[in-house]
C-alpha cells in the first residue's frame, strides 16, 4: 500500500499583479506529492516561480486554483486565524535569515513556536531538540555568541520543535561559508533519513540539491523535470539547459 503524501498540491495557479495583461502568472497548474521522510529540493531559473510554491504549499500564500494538502487537511478555505494556528502547529520553516531573537538564548528561541500556540515549553523538550541539531551544550548561548551555521541550527531546532509534519526550507544555507553549508545541508538529510521528517527545499545551488532524495524543476510556472538520486554535476547540467532554454 502506498503512503499517503505528507503535503499534496493539485493543480495550484497563483497570479500576481493587476487585472488583464498587467497579470503575471508565478504557477500554472503544478501537481505534486510529497511523502513522509523524504527530503526535495526546488530548482529553477529565476522567475520560475519556486519560491512561490514553497509560500503556496506551505499556507504562507493562498492559490488561485487548485487545492493545497497537508497531512490530509485541506488549506484552502481555511480561515486565517485556523490557518496561523495550523501553520503554527504542524508546519516548520527555515529562511536565509535566522531571524532568532537576539536577547534569547538559543533554548528560549527553540520555545518561542509553543509559546506563540499557547502552549508552556518544556525545558527538556527544547533540549532534546537542540541536541537533534548538535547544540545541546549551545542551550544557554545568545545568537551573538553562536557561530552563522550555529545560529541557522537553532533556526532549525526552533522549526522542528513543535514536531512537524513538514519543513519548508527557503535558501536555508545562502548565508553560510561552503563547509558550513555542507555541514548543515548533512544534518538535513539525516533528519530525513533517520527521523523521518519530510523536507522541502528551495535552493539555486547544485551541490546543496544533490543532498536531497529527489529534485523537482520549475520552469515558467511549471514542473518540467524530476531527478532521483541527483549528484550536483547532473543537478548543474540540467539548470544549464533550464537557464539556457529561457534567455
Same mark, same amino acid.
Given at each position: 500500500?502506498?503512503?499517503?503524501?505528507?503535503?499534496?498540491? =493539485?493543480?495550484? +495557479?497563483?497570479?500576481?499583479?493587476?487585472?488583464?495583461?498587467?497579470?503575471?502568472?508565478?504557477?500554472?497548474?503544478?501537481?505534486?506529492?510529497?511523502?513522509?521522510?523524504?527530503?526535495?529540493?526546488?530548482?529553477?531559473? =529565476?522567475? &520560475? !516561480?519556486?519560491?512561490?510554491?514553497?509560500?503556496?504549499?506551505?499556507?504562507?500564500?493562498?492559490?488561485?486554483?487548485?487545492?493545497? $494538502?497537508?497531512?490530509?487537511?485541506?488549506?484552502?478555505?481555511?480561515?486565517?486565524?485556523?490557518?496561523? $494556528?495550523?501553520? +503554527?502547529?504542524?508546519?516548520?520553516?527555515?529562511? %536565509?535569515?535566522?531571524?532568532?531573537?537576539? =536577547?534569547?538564548?538559543? +533554548?528560549?528561541?527553540?520555545?518561542?513556536?509553543?509559546?506563540?500556540? !499557547?502552549?508552556?515549553?518544556?525545558?527538556?523538550?527544547?533540549?532534546?531538540?537542540?541536541?537533534?541539531?548538535?547544540? #545541546?551544550?549551545? #542551550? !544557554?548561548? +545568545?545568537? =551573538?555568541?553562536?557561530?552563522?551555521? %550555529?545560529? %541557522?541550527?537553532? @533556526?532549525?531546532?526552533?522549526?522542528?520543535?513543535?514536531?512537524?509534519?513538514?519543513?519548508?526550507?527557503?535558501?536555508?544555507?545562502?548565508?553560510?561559508? &561552503?563547509?558550513?553549508?555542507?555541514?548543515?545541508?548533512?544534518?538535513?538529510?539525516?533528519?530525513? @533519513?533517520?527521523?523521518?521528517?519530510?523536507?522541502?527545499?528551495?535552493?539555486?545551488?547544485?551541490?546543496?540539491?544533490?543532498?536531497? &532524495?529527489?529534485?523537482?524543476?520549475?520552469?515558467?510556472?511549471?514542473?518540467?523535470?524530476?531527478?532521483?538520486?541527483?549528484?550536483?554535476?547532473?543537478?548543474?547540467?540540467?539548470? #544549464?539547459?533550464?537557464?539556457?532554454? &529561457?534567455?
Amino acid at each position: 500500500m502506498t503512503a499517503e503524501p505528507v503535503v499534496r498540491l =493539485s493543480a495550484i +495557479r497563483k497570479s500576481f499583479g493587476g487585472a488583464g495583461g498587467g497579470r503575471v502568472t508565478a504557477l500554472g497548474g503544478v501537481s505534486l506529492e510529497f511523502t513522509a521522510g523524504t527530503f526535495t529540493a526546488i530548482m529553477g531559473p =529565476s522567475g &520560475s !516561480g519556486k519560491s512561490t510554491l514553497l509560500q503556496c504549499a506551505a499556507g504562507l500564500d493562498r492559490v488561485d486554483e487548485g487545492t493545497v $494538502e497537508i497531512g490530509g487537511t485541506t488549506l484552502n478555505g481555511m480561515r486565517e486565524k485556523a490557518l496561523t $494556528e495550523f501553520r +503554527r502547529r504542524r508546519v516548520g520553516f527555515v529562511f %536565509q535569515s535566522f531571524n532568532l531573537m537576539p =536577547s534569547l538564548t538559543a +533554548r528560549q528561541n527553540v520555545e518561542l513556536p509553543l509559546l506563540l500556540a !499557547g502552549s508552556r515549553p518544556d525545558p527538556s523538550g527544547a533540549l532534546k531538540v537542540l541536541g537533534e541539531v548538535g547544540l #545541546a551544550d549551545r #542551550a !544557554g548561548h +545568545r545568537p =551573538s555568541e553562536l557561530s552563522g551555521g %550555529q545560529q %541557522q541550527r537553532v @533556526a532549525i531546532a526552533r522549526a522542528l520543535v513543535t514536531r512537524p509534519e513538514v519543513l519548508f526550507a527557503d535558501e536555508p544555507t545562502g548565508a553560510l561559508d &561552503s563547509r558550513t553549508s555542507r555541514e548543515l545541508l548533512g544534518m538535513l538529510a539525516g533528519l530525513a @533519513a533517520e527521523q523521518g521528517q519530510t523536507i522541502i527545499m528551495v535552493t539555486h545551488d547544485p551541490v546543496a540539491a544533490a543532498y536531497a &532524495s529527489r529534485v523537482v524543476f520549475l520552469a515558467d510556472g511549471r514542473v518540467v523535470d524530476e531527478m532521483e538520486a541527483p549528484t550536483a554535476e547532473s543537478v548543474a547540467a540540467r539548470m #544549464a539547459r533550464l537557464e539556457a532554454a &529561457s534567455c
